[in-house]
């Protein structure tokens, strides 16, 4: 079950911030636009922009969170 959720959550963790990505330019390949993306956040009055790869190391941390059990029954 524990599985499951840090599965979905690393999707869900991803692509909500995808809605709110600005920078995307058409002249860039697909892993330069990646690394040059962010997300503007509006906290106390002030815009904080971060940039978008923070939210897919998230991601792929809680994947790999959610798929280590199965790799480690395999293992053994």
């Known amino acids: ?7 979905s959550l690393s999707f869900l963790f ?3 911030p995808a809605l709110f ?5 058409e002249d860039l390949g697909f892993f330069k636009n990646i690394l040059k993306l962010s997300v503007k956040l509006s906290l106390f009055g002030s815009e ?3 940039p978008y790869r923070f939210f897919l190391a998230v991601s792929v941390i809680l994947f790999y969170g959610g798929i280590w059990p199965y790799l480690r029954n395999k293992t053994n």
């Open 48 to 50: 904080i922009d971060l």
């Open 21 to 25: 990505v600005s920078g995307w330019r």
């Open 1 to 7: 079950m524990r599985s499951i959720i840090l599965f």
């Open 14 to 16: 991803s692509f909500i």
